[in-house]
């Protein structure tokens, strides 16, 4: 996995921030980054939402099992903030993924399990 990425401006190719870890998902807005890390203090890594402006961590899960997670992630409509689905089964469609809202400023909230994940 990568040790970490930034985020630039697509006007000036200026940097604008740092992150750790892997780019999963950026939203719309740009503020939020979905990473995957190797880092501890989980064995296998975790998934974070970070909001890159504010350097905080929204949302830290661990990935519990050596298995790349699936993650998905889509922009909440006139927000900022990211509906989330995780899953380490490694076939889309199986319905264990887990959703999570987070919004900037907000605690991160688990709202539903056994998610189907997938493209009709």
Do not use: Y
């Not at 992630?73 to 903030?81: H, K, R, S, T, V």
Request: glycine content about 12%.
């Amino acid at each position: 996995m990568a040790d970490g990425g930034s985020i630039c401006s697509a006007r000036s190719g200026k940097v604008l921030g740092w992150f750790t870890g892997q780019a999963a998902a950026l939203s719309l807005t740009g503020r939020l980054v979905v990473t995957l890390t190797a880092a501890p203090p989980f064995p296998f890594g975790s998934i974070q939402v970070l909001d890159w402006r504010s350097h905080t961590t929204l949302l830290r899960i661990p990935v519990m099992s050596d298995a790349a997670p699936w993650v998905a992630a889509l922009d909440q409509p006139d927000g900022n903030g990211l509906l989330l689905t995780v899953t380490t089964e490694p076939a889309l469609g199986t319905g264990t993924a887990d959703a999570w809202l987070v919004v900037p400023g907000r605690t991160a909230r688990h709202v539903a399990s056994g998610v189907v994940q997938g493209v009709d």
